[in-house]
T-cell receptor, first 108, second 116 residues
Framework: AQRVTQPEKLLSVFKGAPVELKCNYS??????LFWYVQYSRQRLQLLLR??SRESIKGFTADLNKGETSFHLKKPFAQEEDSAMYYC??????????FGGGTRLMVKP | ETGVTQTPRHLVMGMTNKKSLKCEQH?????MYWYKQSAKKPLELMFV???????ENNSVPSRFSPECPNSSHLFLHLHTLQPEDSALYLC???????????????FGEGSRLTVL
């Protein structure tokens, strides 16, 4: 069975501070990890995927298989980054399992 | 309208009622999903349809009955629900069926269900 854990339900930082949203997973196979985001009054949408190794809106995430983690990072948080962030894992059967989500609040 | 559209946005029903949630996508995708989002639980996958055939049930109680008449429409029929079924029900679509392709799901805004 697979599981995605986001240990922090709420993360509050000041504008300009670094931010790291934690994600840990358990899965016996080779995982594919994703981060989804939901801004206020908007629908859930894909932010980035680990296989692309891309930076979206200044966010990056590195898959660490040794630590089974896929933490989302941004060096300088902006107020518009305030949202719910969900980590997700795709298994060999191509089904997505989501973590419980972390609400990021960026204070001015 | 483009994207994934869900109706109704809000629904209140009694435990003996029968109601349906509707999802429509205009993205040309051929896989559609129902997720349940409760206040204290992660997003839970309920059903997956690929090319109008159900490929994942995920042990959902029979009081939830999905229907996918074509690749653009997905329904969730509700019957004799319980108060603990109150949640936000999200519909999503993706470009390919069992293989999600890029892994990107396109979500609707959800239907907020309250069971009294």
């Amino acid at each position: 069975a697979q599981r995605v854990t986001q240990p922090e339900k709420l993360l509050s930082v000041f504008k300009g501070a670094p931010v790291e949203l934690k994600c840990n997973y358990s899965y016996s196979g080779s995982p594919e990890l994703f981060w989804y985001v939901q801004y206020s009054r908007q629908r859930l949408q894909l932010l980035l995927r680990h296989i692309s190794r891309e930076s979206i809106k200044g966010f990056t995430a590195d898959l660490n298989k040794g630590e089974t983690s896929f933490h989302l990072k941004k060096p300088f948080a902006q107020e518009e980054d305030s949202a719910m962030y969900y980590c997700a894992l795709r298994n060999a059967g191509n089904m997505l399992t989501f973590g419980g989500g972390t609400r990021l609040m960026v204070k001015p | 309208e483009t994207g994934v559209t869900q109706t109704p946005r809000h629904l209140v029903m009694g435990m003996t009622n029968k109601k349906s949630l509707k999802c429509e996508q205009h993205l040309g995708h051929n896989a559609m999903y129902w997720y349940k989002q409760s206040a204290k639980k992660p997003l839970e996958l309920m059903f997956v349809y690929s090319l109008e055939e159900r490929v994942e049930n995920n042990s959902v109680p029979s009081r939830f009955s999905p229907e996918c008449p074509n690749s653009s429409h997905l329904f969730l029929h509700l019957h004799t629900l319980q108060p603990e079924d109150s949640a936000l029900y999200l519909c999503a679509s993706s470009p390919r069926g069992g293989a999600l392709g890029s892994g990107e799901l396109f979500f609707g805004e959800g239907s907020r269900l309250t069971v009294l």
